[in-house]
């Protein structure tokens, strides 16, 4: 019986397989990757609770972020708040928890901005070269060169503080690592035979750019804006800290701990809560992405 | 009727006093249907005539035509038509994250091609796979099946002229005669010119009617395929490689 079976896997498995299903195993296989490792999985499953936090936040906060209770000013943690309440009266641990949906709403627009101009000023300056190339470069390097939170607080001091203003400046500031990895990719397939076959059948520019260059940049971009969105966490966190991100009501946990500061010494609990998560996300986001570059990278195989 | 010509093809690197010459005033012909034969060392530039008639390196000097129209003013989507290449090396010739089926297709949506599943299932028929290939990526299929691929791929938007690039030296001695007796074939059936380049004797000995010598970036010596028997070559260098490739089968 074992023996029938073993012959039926072996007629199953010749070329028939589809396009989709094949994505959708690959996908499974990665997932089983990340989580066989302990730290890209401890990674994975803080990833995957801050995913699930924010979609259902209304349901699992116990209290309204925003409703100021002065009768229950700096409460330390107890049963009734877990994570204790601030000087107006709000429980922080609800004020965490709608905290997500800001945290993860900056990071998905910075990568949805930052993911696409980068690969796009990487590609095509590593395919064309010549003054293309050097133009393209110089303008990046001029990016890399100022640190990230000071441009950014550049940006937001000539465009105003907000949300939205820190969204597009920490963006403009966490392109060029990616354009610059882009682009050392490309030059190392661009010379490749079946880059030179493509072209012979008469592929443009932008045609071999995008269907033959971009997919296999793709696994290392990702692996990078992972990886990035460590920063852009704490670059959001420190605007909002320095009071030109997220403006006082909305539970941003940077502005969490700049109206904190002030009460830190008695009432520790203030910072405490909203620090510790901060650095459990981030840290998530690097042992996720270096789970991923492993588990994506061909090479280390 | 002519179907490649080359005259004077000069390719010099550097300016002034580094100036180097790789490629020295090359001149041959090949006829319509003909195989013609590259052979020389590593570096006396082989590959690189080749890669001047595929287009892909621009900056030489001299004239180029295929069918007696030269390649400089020809339209780019009609050249494709024209001349396809086949690469060396079968693993690096397919793109890692593309099915055959995405290698097949392109060419024809570019060309904009009529009944683009049958033209793809009898090109893999035609190179001896089925078109349950279509679905497979390159990394499923062993070197003599990629090199397959790679001609059908090359073979898709019938072309008249094929460049090959020492399409067998990267594989096996038993594939490489079974890819060696399929490019014969299907040159019989479709009346397909041949420009075959490779250092091993033994193959161009097989595959084509004439073959040019190369040394040092020229050619020293055309000749016919009977040559290669006799070694009655005129030039020293080639009488030199033909005797040394003799030498060598014996010693085998």
């Known amino acids: 019986m074992t023996a029938s079976f073993l012959s039926m896997q072996d007629v199953a498995m010749p070329g028939s397989r589809s396009n989709r299903n094949s994505a959708f195993h690959r996908l499974l296989a990665v997932i089983r990757e990340l989580l066989g490792n302990p730290s890209s999985g401890f990674g994975f499953i803080v990833i995957s609770i801050l995913l699930l936090t924010a979609l259902v936040a209304p349901l699992i906060a116990p209290y309204d972020p925003n409703v100021i209770n002065l009768g229950q000013t700096l409460q330390p943690p107890s049963a009734e708040h877990w994570f204790g309440t601030d000087e107006l009266g709000r429980d922080i641990l609800s004020r965490i928890i709608y905290g997500t949906r800001i945290s993860l709403t900056i990071i998905t627009i910075v990568s949805v901005i930052v993911g696409p101009v980068g690969l796009v000023v990487g590609?095509?300056?590593?395919?064309?070269?010549?003054?293309?190339?050097?133009?393209?470069?110089?303008?990046?390097?001029?990016?890399?060169?100022?640190?990230?939170?000071?441009?950014?607080?550049?940006?937001?001091?000539?465009?105003?503080?907000?949300?939205e203003n820190a969204i597009i400046a920490i963006g403009l500031t966490a392109w060029p690592p990616i354009a610059r990895l882009a682009r050392a990719e490309t030059l190392t397939f661009r010379g490749a035979d079946?880059?030179?076959?493509?072209?012979?059948?008469?592929?443009?520019?932008?045609?071999?750019?995008?269907?033959?260059?971009?997919?296999?940049?793709l696994p290392s971009v990702l692996v990078r804006i992972t990886l990035s969105m460590a920063t852009v966490i704490l670059t959001a966190a420190g605007l909002g800290f320095l009071g030109l991100g997220a403006q006082p009501p909305l539970p941003e946990w940077g502005a969490m701990i700049a109206t904190g500061r002030r009460y830190m010494l008695d009432n520790w609990w203030l910072v405490a809560f909203p620090g510790g998560a901060i650095l459990l996300v981030s840290l998530a986001f690097n042992l996720l992405g270096d789970g991923l570059r492993d588990a994506l990278d061909p090479k280390q195989r | 009727m002519t179907a490649i010509s080359v005259r004077n093809l000069s390719i010099d690197l550097g300016y002034g006093l580094a100036k180097k010459r790789i490629l020295g005033d090359v001149s041959f012909s090949v006829e319509a249907g003909e195989s013609f034969g590259l052979v020389g060392e590593s570096g006396s530039g082989k590959s690189t005539i080749l890669r001047c008639i595929a287009r892909l390196l621009t900056s030489w000097e001299g004239d180029i035509e295929l069918e007696g129209r030269s390649i400089k003013d020809m339209p780019f989507a009609e050249y494709c038509r024209m001349v396809q290449m086949v690469f060396q090396d079968p693993y690096g010739s397919l793109h890692p994250r593309q099915s055959i089926r995405t290698a097949l297709q392109e060419p024809l949506r570019i060309h904009r091609m009529d009944r683009p599943l049958q033209r793809m299932e009898q090109a893999l028929t035609d190179v001896g796979l089925n078109s349950d290939f279509l679905s497979r990526y390159p990394h499923e299929l062993s070197g003599g099946q990629r090199q397959r691929v790679a001609i059908a791929r090359a073979l898709i938007l019938e072309p008249r002229i094929l460049l090959l690039d020492e399409p067998t030296s990267a594989l096996d001695v038993s594939v490489q005669a079974e890819v060696l007796n399929l490019l014969a074939n299907l040159r019989a059936k479709r009346n397909l010119t041949y420009l075959f380049v490779s250092h091993d004797l033994a193959v161009i000995d097989h595959m084509c009617e004439r073959l040019a010598v190369m040394q040092h970036g020229r050619v020293v010596e055309i000749m016919g395929r009977d040559v290669l028997a006799t070694g009655q070559a005129k030039d020293p260098y080639a009488r030199e490689l033909i005797h040394a490739s003799l030498e060598y089968d014996h010693a085998v």
């Not at chain 1, 003054?131 to 465009?159: G, H, N, Q």
């Not at chain 1, 079946?194 to 296999?216: D, E, T």
């Open chain 1, 123 to 163: 590609t095509t300056a590593g395919y064309f070269g010549g003054w293309y190339d050097t133009i393209m470069m110089r303008v990046t390097d001029i990016f890399l060169s100022f640190p990230s939170l000071i441009l950014s607080l550049a940006f937001v001091a000539a465009l105003g503080a907000g949300l």
């Open chain 1, 194 to 217: 079946y880059i030179s076959a493509s072209r012979m059948q008469g592929a443009s520019a932008l045609r071999i750019i995008v269907k033959s260059i971009m997919p296999m940049c």
